[in-house]
């Protein structure tokens, strides 16, 4: 039993009374013996309680009930009940209660010597259905959420040996699937190998294709993929390596940049690469990106974490990377490490010039690895890239877990957040870490963790995933679809290109209807439905349609809003629209 300071002064009272009656033999009289009972019947403004008298301390009970308030140790100076008097169980009606709100409760007892107190209970008030204008406040947050389409070494796409058609029917269902799982954006590689997945007069036709690099395989993947995109409400993003060629011990095709110059080229550990340093290798690779976004109709360019080599940065073998006579010419009094740097970040600069100049509507996107350090490693500044805004996007390849003894996810992350100068990032995650014994704490749970923790910051704007083969048809796949993307996302704003933006739809209902005016240059309406964040005052907005319609009919008990969209530039809401 629990009793306050001024409760010891009655109890002294009392016990010097008694000690007075007891020289005549009287029975002592103490305050009461209480307990409080469990709240019950909690509505957003009632509740029920009450207590349970065991003792009346040799006095009769002359007041019980119970007492609350929001603060702790409530007293009857406060709110109470008055439930009669006696000994025994009671039962207290509470009412007046504010909806949503945490309340301290005790029972108490009255007797000629004093109040008695029970142990303290707590309990939290029902939240109102309707979304509160004045106290609480909509999260809408637009999400990044990307899958890497992979075709080097066929993981995910092309299968080998099949034919032109049976590839061309797995690239549309694959993308379809996505879809399902509520991705937006298609990472397609086009690029694995200086060669192509698409039409090019600069470069041969995959060898992942046919198994001959240089063979026709009778369709154009980029333009298939980018067509099953753009109809499913996706965007592609092209995702080229710049400078790596592949295995050593592949056979080239005729018209493949390293045979046709083979000056061009460096072997390194079993591995042939473009030279970073050369000046022909730089106007190369922007000839293959203009004639990628002069022919095709790509949302983005995509670059990878792969550079220089790993391992060419190194003090004891500096040249084992062989670019030496290059250096030797281009080096400009630098040292090899800054040099090739520098090569690096006038690439980066000079690709997002160009990509702006052809269409400023196509985004660039580099996904370095995860950690700055590490990306240092293969001469790729990202922290430089951001300062100097040569990118729309970052997606640094975060594939480690929280509390990670050297790579934290919760501190690379924060790292990325904190260094981003106003550009998106968008983390990726090892979905191929999930079920491998080797990861134990990669789980379901993990991953929604991680992004949960980039939900929360500022710059962090949805995640990209590594890599598709991974959630087609497992438990990650479902968890993804129930869980981590239970609703469509529109696409947060990046780069610098803007259109005009809508003005407010404005919203009425008639019954559960709800309905909007048309807006000058909306070319789409997105209703969404408001999910309490647990019991807080924030509300999630989940979207529930997004198409040309101007009407929905909504759920009682929800509440609603819409706004209108114009490609990636987004309105503004007029209110919440609650369904009684």
Request: net charge neutral; glycine share 8%; with cysteine.
């Amino acid at each position: 039993m629990k009793i306050n300071s001024s409760v010891y002064s009655l109890l002294l009272a009392g016990l010097l009374i008694s000690s007075i009656i007891s020289c005549q033999k009287d029975p002592i009289m103490v305050i009461p013996k209480i307990t409080v009972t469990p709240v019950a019947s909690i509505t957003m403004t009632t509740a029920s309680s009450g207590g349970a008298i065991s003792s009346d301390g040799g006095s009769a009970i002359t007041a019980r009930g119970v007492c609350w308030s929001t603060s702790q140790i409530p007293t009857i100076s406060g709110n109470k009940t008055t439930d009669g008097s006696g000994i025994g169980s009671f039962t207290s009606s509470i009412t007046g209660l504010t909806p949503g709100t945490k309340y301290y409760l005790r029972a108490y007892a009255t007797n000629a010597v004093g109040t008695a107190y029970s142990d303290q209970a707590t309990f939290t008030t029902v939240n109102s259905p309707e979304y509160n204008p004045s106290t609480e406040q909509v999260l809408l947050k637009h999400e990044f959420r990307a899958a890497w389409l992979t075709t080097v070494g066929n993981y995910d796409w092309p299968q080998k040996n099949a034919t032109g058609e049976s590839q061309r029917a797995a690239l549309i269902a694959m993308i379809e699937r996505l879809k399902v799982l509520n991705f937006n954006v298609v990472l397609f590689h086009a690029r694995p190998s200086s060669d192509a997945f698409y039409r090019s007069n600069l470069v041969p036709w995959s060898m992942y294709l046919t198994g001959i690099q240089g063979a026709d395989p009778g369709f154009d993947p980029l333009a298939v993929a980018i067509q099953a995109c753009h109809e499913r409400g996706m965007e592609l993003h092209a995702w080229l390596n710049p400078y790596r060629i592949g295995a050593s011990t592949n056979t080239l095709a005729s018209n493949h940049p390293a045979v046709i110059h083979p000056d061009w080229a460096i072997e390194y550990s079993g591995n042939r690469y473009l030279n970073p340093g050369l000046p022909e290798v730089k106007t190369h690779l922007q000839d293959v990106i203009r004639e990628i976004i002069n022919n095709y109709n790509v949302d983005g360019i995509h670059f990878d974490d792969y550079f220089y080599p790993s391992g060419a940065k190194s003090t004891t073998t500096p040249f084992g990377f062989n670019d030496k006579p290059t250096f030797d010419t281009y080096g400009g009094g630098l040292t090899i490490d800054d040099w090739r740097e520098k090569n690096v970040n006038d690439m980066v600069r000079d690709v997002n010039l160009l990509i702006k100049s052809l269409n400023p509507k196509v985004v660039f996107g580099i996904s370095p690895q995860g950690k700055q350090e590490n990306s240092m490693t293969v001469y790729a500044d990202a922290t430089e890239w951001l300062q100097k805004k040569w990118l729309d996007y970052l997606a640094p390849q975060i594939y480690w877990q929280i509390g990670h003894a050297t790579a934290d996810f919760d501190m690379v992350i924060k790292y990325w957040n904190s260094n981003s100068n106003g550009v998106p990032i968008i983390p990726g995650l090892a979905a191929y870490k999930y079920g491998d014994p080797a990861y134990p704490f990669y789980t379901l749970q993990e991953i929604q963790n991680e992004v949960n923790l980039g939900r929360t910051l500022n710059s962090v704007t949805g995640n990209c995933w590594f890599r598709v083969a991974y959630f087609l048809n497992n438990s990650l796949g479902t968890y993804i679809e129930s869980t981590v993307y239970p609703s469509p996302s529109l696409l947060p704003k990046l780069g610098n290109f803007s259109e005009p933006v809508p003005a407010s739809p404005q919203t009425s209902i008639n019954l559960k209807t709800i309905s909007w005016n048309a807006v000058t240059n909306a070319k789409l309406y997105a209703v969404y439905e408001l999910v309490r964040d647990g019991s807080t005052l924030n509300w999630n907005a989940h979207s529930c349609q997004i198409s040309t319609a101007l009407s929905f009919t909504g759920t009682s008990n929800k509440n609603y809003l819409v706004i209108a969209v114009n490609g990636k530039e987004k309105s503004g809401y007029d209110k919440v629209i609650y369904v009684p």
